[in-house]
């Protein structure tokens, strides 16, 4: 039996489902053994992933989050594309039959896919339906702007119903690059990186600074609570604490488990943008294999592939954890099976990517070292949050601080 290592950054609901797939597919075939490890959140596995590759201790598997996607595409020779893992090993293989954003944003420009998309996702707005009623707040009605957000908040706080009316994951991916691409405002220069060359951040325009010093306004008195750098504010929902919380559609297992009564809206807009909503970009992670292994390794990961890319895998994957399915079949088998009906809401992540064609706003965004950006950007927010700084300041750094990045990080 080879084994085949696969380390992960999931907690929660979706290790669970991490958990279940390795073991169907260990007990669906006897050649390999598929070992998933925990590495801890998506920065701290991409480094772990990255300084395995130094030490020559890569594993076979790393999952890598959306923004990885540039370094590990400028890790040349580290990597052996998916597509040339597919094809070697003589599976099956039509990209075809995946969702094309998603398949384009893991692509290299001739079309090559590089990585498996195994957790695509969309950021969306989720609500504690008790703590609306509390409130008198319309439990139905989701706020759909960011200025009803910041309303509805404001009720929650003032009337009592929850100590912090509205929080968020990932100030980074939803409030800047999705904020960019919902409300057709451009990121950064060369089509927000994905056209490459020597990019410039475009966050301090006054769409950004309006809604960033909301944010700084409402986290005065605890309207807003701020929870962290990643997927830390959704603890703060769950608890009950925070009435309304932005977050991946990835979060939807650990919702769902917890047996809560919540609600879905749309991410919301902000109705000063006149090309508002557009399109959301798709986030989470994919998978990308080392190179340097050998033929029964790469042979074992493509029979692994094909295993996650099959319609009934790609169904639990996607109504167990709210991922998106990454295959049109599995989409269509979802549809028809009613899942959505039943399931208000469950659908919004893949309209909200799919429902316009993209423009250079929001074709996702990239750059070689984006990971180290968004630590720039991260505690730029930190520091307007605590109250030191405004956000035009809060912007304008970041702005400076990521473009002087990005220019060291191409030797420029
Ligand atoms: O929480 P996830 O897995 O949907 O990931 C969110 C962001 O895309 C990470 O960069």
């Known amino acids: 039996v080879t084994q085949i290592s696969w380390w992960h950054a999931m907690t929660g609901a979706n290790a669970e489902v991490v958990d279940k797939i390795a073991k169907d597919f260990n007990a669906s075939q006897k050649d390999y053994e598929l070992v998933p490890v925990f590495k801890g959140t998506y920065p701290e596995a991409l480094n772990a992933g990255i300084a395995a590759f130094r030490a020559k201790q890569a594993p076979d598997i790393l999952q890598v989050f959306d923004v990885g996607t540039g370094v590990m595409m400028a890790a040349e020779g580290a990597v052996k594309p998916v597509a040339d893992v597919l094809t070697e090993s003589g599976a099956q293989f039509d990209k075809g039959q995946y969702l094309p954003g998603i398949v384009a944003y893991y692509s290299k420009p001739d079309g090559t896919m590089l990585s498996f998309p195994y957790n695509s996702s969309s950021p969306i707005l989720y609500y504690n339906k008790d703590i609306f ?24 706080k003032s009337s009592g119903a929850a100590a912090c009316g509205y929080t968020s994951t990932w100030l980074t991916w939803i409030h800047t690059e999705n904020f960019a691409a919902w409300n057709n405002v451009s990121w950064a220069t060369q089509q927000n990186g994905l056209g490459g060359g020597d990019v410039e951040l475009k966050i301090n325009a006054p769409l950004y600074v309006n809604h960033f010093q909301a944010l700084a306004d409402l986290a005065k008195d605890g309207t807003f609570k701020y929870g962290g750098r990643t997927s830390e504010a959704k603890q703060l929902f769950l608890a009950g604490e925070c009435g309304i919380l932005t977050e991946s559609s990835g979060g939807l297992g650990d919702i769902v488990k917890s047996g809560m009564n919540y609600g879905i809206g749309q991410l919301p807009y902000d109705s000063d943008a006149p090309g508002a909503p557009q399109n959301t970009t798709p986030g989470g992670a994919s998978l990308w294999v080392f190179g340097g292994k050998s033929e029964e390794q790469y042979k074992g990961v493509a029979a692994f592939f094909s295993y996650l890319s099959k319609t009934e895998v790609q169904e639990y994957l996607h109504q167990k954890s709210g ?27 893949i309209l909200q990517m799919m429902g316009k064609a993209p423009t250079d706003n929001s074709k996702g965004v990239r750059l070689p070292n984006l990971p180290q950006v968004r630590d720039i950007q991260n505690e730029e927010y930190e520091k307007m949050l605590a109250g030191q700084q405004t956000a035009q300041q809060a912007l304008d750094n970041a702005v400076s601080r990521g473009n002087a990045a990005i220019k060291e990080a191409l030797g420029n």
Not at 329 to 340: I, L, M
């Open 133 to 156: 009623q509390k409130a008198g707040l319309d439990v139905n009605t989701p706020p759909k702007t960011w200025n009803e957000v910041w309303e509805a908040a404001k009720k929650i």
């Open 323 to 349: 991922y998106l399915p990454v295959t049109l079949a599995a989409y269509e088998a979802t549809k028809k099976s009613g899942f959505y009906e039943k399931n208000p809401g469950r659908e919004t992540p």
